[in-house]
């Protein structure tokens, strides 16, 4: 049973950095592309980041493009999210899933707040 656990979050100021982490359980890790997504109040969940599963191609959304970094470690069974110059438009709760889901589970993310 796939079992998702995001944290890391917090409250930080414009500018600031964060690092999010995500550990998997219930599904051979190395075998999956994994992705952050992030959810802002009133908004649609949004891809941000992903990471093929060796970790070999990673892409971005453009809003986070040479801000973040995604990595993973398939050892620790972990997918972090290092995040700089932070801007309160980043506001959001964090979520990691699978490549391609299960789209119908969510772990309960992590509160990322931006503000001065």
């Known amino acids: 049973q796939v079992q998702l656990v995001e944290s890391g979050g917090g409250l930080v100021q414009p500018g600031g950095s964060l690092r999010l982490s995500c550990a998997a359980s219930g599904f051979i890790f190395s075998n999956y592309g994994m992705k952050w997504y992030r959810q802002a109040p009133g908004k649609e969940r949004e891809l941000v980041a992903s990471?093929?599963?060796?970790?070999?191609?990673?892409n971005y959304a453009d809003s986070v493009k040479g801000r973040f970094t995604i990595s993973r470690d398939n050892a620790q069974r972990t997918v972090s999210l290092q995040m700089n110059s932070l801007k309160p438009e980043d506001t959001a709760v964090y979520y990691c899933?699978?490549?391609?889901?299960?789209?119908?589970?969510w772990g309960q993310g992590t509160q990322v707040t931006v503000s001065s």
């Open positions: 899933n699978r490549w391609n889901g299960p789209y119908d589970y």
């Open positions: 990471i093929s599963n060796q970790g070999a191609i990673q």
